[in-house]
């Protein structure tokens, strides 16, 4: 089992740049969420998908950022214009149903500064 | 509105000894509690899950408990070692949904040899 797998692991850019992250998630898990984390807010749940379908953005900060799910086994953040308040990790997480016992992976994250 | 507060912030310990974090929570309706291990640089991974009824749970050095009248739950480590030097960040799940998780900021734990 590899795990989710987030790329790139760290990306450094300037202010106005777009900004792509992808995630792999775990073959066979319905769920994929993205989430960001400061030292400020801890994990903020950005958006989440169930079987390829975005069901929740409410936690998308703005319009500049955007996600996709093309098909089930891969998914991308995308941020344009990047600002640098978007600085942040941000992790990738899938899990085999939406509630109850079943716990999410998380993948290791991608660390953004943008300058 | 759904909070977790977790304590200490950060919490130094020399390596052998006990210690315990500690999660309060105003979460409703309740559905179950967990606790995640982030190791810097790396994803949370999940120690242990608590539902309504349970009490205590272990897992090896890791003991969690839940009181789930007073809404407060603790994560107990034993004989700490230098792995165990991680955030540990607690998660309450309300109803069912895959969106209603409210998480905790970490406790930030340092095992000094």
């Known amino acids: 089992d590899a795990g989710v797998i987030q790329s790139p692991r760290h990306e450094v850019t300037e202010m106005g740049q777009e900004v792509t992250l992808r995630c792999k998630p775990i073959?066979?898990?319905?769920?994929l969420f993205w989430y960001r984390q400061t030292m400020m807010r801890g994990l903020e749940l950005l958006i989440y998908?169930?079987?390829?379908?975005?069901?929740?953005d409410s936690g998308m900060p703005e319009d500049r950022f955007s996600a996709k799910m093309p098909n089930a086994s891969f998914s991308t953040l995308k941020i344009q214009p990047s600002e640098p308040r978007d600085s942040a990790v941000y992790f990738c997480?899938?899990?085999?149903?939406?509630?109850?016992?079943?716990?999410?992976?998380f993948g290791d994250g991608t660390r953004l500064s943008i300058l | 509105k759904n909070q977790v507060e977790q304590s200490p912030q950060s919490l130094i310990i020399l390596e052998g000894k006990n210690c315990t974090l500690q999660?309060?929570?105003?979460?409703?309706?309740?559905?179950?509690l967990r606790w995640y291990k982030q190791d810097t640089g790396r994803g949370p991974v999940s120690l242990t899950i608590?539902?309504?009824?349970?009490n205590t749970k272990s897992n090896g050095r890791y003991t969690a408990t839940l009181d789930a009248d007073t809404k407060q739950s603790s994560l107990h480590i034993t004989a700490s070692q230098l792995s165990d030097s991680a955030s540990y960040i607690c998660?309450?799940?309300?109803?069912?949904?895959?969106?209603?998780?409210?998480f905790g900021k970490g406790t930030h734990l340092i095992i000094q040899p």
């Open positions: 997480a899938s899990s085999l149903t939406a509630g109850g016992s079943q716990p999410q992976h």
């Open positions: 073959s066979g898990h319905d769920y």
């Open positions: 998908f169930n079987n390829n379908v975005p069901i929740d």
């Open positions: 999660c309060n929570y105003t979460v409703s309706p309740f559905s179950n």
């Open positions: 608590m539902t309504f009824s349970e």
């Open positions: 998660v309450v799940r309300a109803g069912g949904g895959a969106d209603g998780l409210t």
